[in-house]
Nanobody, 129 residues
């Protein structure tokens, strides 16, 4: 299984980027896909996830309304559209893949990095002020 994260770069505050997570060796439409990020000197934090079984999405509070996670037409690429970026969004962004949690409190599980089995290599996002 390989996950290829791409799309990062340098953008001015208020700008936009779209990250991609392309998978090989498994079908993303049978899994949960999440984006995490890690800023310098900080712990990795969950950003958003896409539950492929019913296209449910969840977002961390600080990105709600600015970021959108969605599946590509090929069903094996997940995108993270990031708008209104600010310096606090500067981080390495990682995509991760895990199984689908079908019980209660789904968000609790899918926002935990321990839920995920496969991780991409990360893509750097830098937002200048």
């Amino acid at each position: 299984v390989q996950l290829q994260a791409s799309g990062g770069g340098l953008v001015q505050s208020g700008g936009s980027l779209r990250l991609s997570c392309a998978a090989s060796g498994l079908r993303l439409d049978l899994h949960t896909v999440a984006w995490f990020r890690q800023a310098p000197g900080k712990e990795r934090e969950w950003v958003a996830c896409f539950v492929s079984s019913d296209a449910t999405t969840y977002y961390e509070t600080s990105v709600q309304g600015r970021f959108t996670i969605y599946s590509g037409n090929d069903k094996n690429t997940i995108y993270l559209q990031m708008n209104f970026l600010g310096p606090d969004d500067t981080a390495i962004y990682y995509c991760a893949v895990g199984s689908i949690h079908r019980g209660a409190n789904q968000k609790v599980y899918v926002s935990d990095s321990g839920w995920y089995d496969y991780w991409g290599q990360g893509t750097q996002v830098t937002v200048s002020s």
